[in-house]
Structure formats: C-alpha cells, structure tokens
C-alpha cells in the first residue's frame, strides 16, 4: 500500500504519499550510489585519500552523488521541486535541534564503547585525516556545506520520499536511513550515522522540505570538523 500509517486530521482516513518516479528508481539510484561508493572505496584503498581531501577533485566526487537523480529525473522528465525545495516551519528545526541533543547522547554512550574496545571512533578517523592534509580548505568546504546539500538531496528528498510512498514514513525513513550509513563506507561511523539519518528523515516527514535537514546536517558536519581540527592542532586539549 502507498500510503503512510498515520490518518488526516480532517477525514481520519491514511494519508497518502506520492512521487513522480518509480519505486524501482529508487533501487536504481541506490545500485548507481554504491557503484560511486565503489570508486572512492578503491582510492582508499590505494592510500590517496589524503590528497583527494584537499583537492578540487573532492568537490566533483561529492557532486558524483547526484548523478542518480540527475539521470532518473532527466529520464522521467520529473521538475527538480519535487524533491522538496519549498517553504518551511522554523519551528521544525527547533525540534529537530532538541532531537540532537538526545541523539548525541545515544552517539556519546556509542563512542566510549568503541574506545572501551579499544576501536577507533569516526573523530579519530578524522584527526588522521586533518594530519595527512596541506591545507583543510577544500575538505571543510566539501564536509561542512557542500555534503549536507548534496546528500539531503539523495537521501531524504530521493530515497526517504520514494520509499515512503512505497512503504510508509518509518520504514521509508529506517531504510533510507541505512543506507545512508552504509554509503559512508565506515564501519564505526555506521550506527551514528543511521541515527542521524533517521533524525533528518524526520524532519523531512514534519516539513516535507529538505531544508531543515540541511541546516541541522550543516550545523552537525561543521561543529564536528572544527572540533576535531582544532584538537589536531592542540593536542594538548586531550585529557591525558
């Protein structure tokens, strides 16, 4: 059934979801993000990281991840508006910033697990990173604007819309929300990043606009590269 599991306020019956597109194009855009995912996965593994994060090449590779709708929309004549570029409440993203807090607190309990186990968090992994860089110009650029846009654009105005119409808004927005995590090819990033992905999807559900999502997904990257790049640069705020 197309339609979400909750019911109209006026007639009480479910109120029903739609899109301009299949749902099998939005298993098509998940095939073309993970043959993109592919493609980065393997210069990671060639150790060149480091110099496409501070490369302009960055930029065209974050670009790569609207490729999918960019071909499907362009194949079903289907109006860029559709993935939700409209107007929205501000209280929508009040809520959704008092979401964060708690979610940060479930992320907190995540992280001192993992450095329980002696695992390395997704901070580390970036501190590693800051290290290998010359200048963190484009990497900032890319991780703090460029990124929230372009992902919420894929992930809730595509994928979370498409499956919500096809499955109802939870399981739209916990599918969408996986892969989200999964996309991110980090294994110790992947239950924070599904939490926020659902947080996000959320917003999408309360405003049908991508925009609160964005906001919120800028004001979360932004912090936490500030974050860990100032602590790369002064060590010493690290407990000993």
């Known amino acids: 059934m197309n339609f979400e599991n909750q019911r109209s ?8 979801y739609s899109v301009p597109w299949r749902p099998i194009d939005n298993w098509i855009g998940v095939i073309l993000l993970a043959l993109i995912d592919v493609g980065l996965l393997l210069i990671s593994l060639q150790g060149k990281k480091g110099q496409l994060a501070q490369s302009g090449l960055l930029v065209i590779v974050q670009l790569a991840y609207l490729l999918p ?23 929508t993203l009040a809520i959704g910033c008092g979401l964060l807090i708690g979610s940060y607190m479930i992320i907190l309990v995540h992280n001192l697990i993992l450095n329980g186990l002696g695992i390395q968090t997704q901070g580390d992994e970036i501190s590693k990173l800051f290290q290998l860089l ?26 979370f819309q498409g499956f919500r119409a096809r499955y109802g ?14 996309a991110h090819l980090d294994p110790v990033s992947l239950i924070p990043t599904f939490i926020l992905g659902n947080l ?41």
């Open 200 to 240: 996000l999807a959320y917003l999408y559900q309360r405003s049908n606009s991508i925009w609160p999502g964005v906001i919120l997904h800028v004001l979360v990257n932004t912090v936490g590269l500030i974050s860990v790049y100032v602590i790369t640069q002064n060590p010493s705020l690290i407990p000993g």
């Open 169 to 182: 808004w939870v399981a739209g927005m916990l599918l969408s929300s996986a892969i989200f995590g999964l």
């Open 134 to 159: 010359d200048t963190p110009a484009w990497f900032f650029f890319v991780g703090a604007l460029l990124a929230p846009l372009v992902e919420e654009i894929f992930f809730r105005g595509f994928l």
């Open 69 to 91: 709708v960019v071909i499907i929309f362009a194949w079903r004549r289907i109006p860029w508006k559709s993935l939700g570029f409209g107007k929205f409440n501000w209280g």
């Open 9 to 16: 306020e006026v007639t009480n019956e479910p109120v029903r």
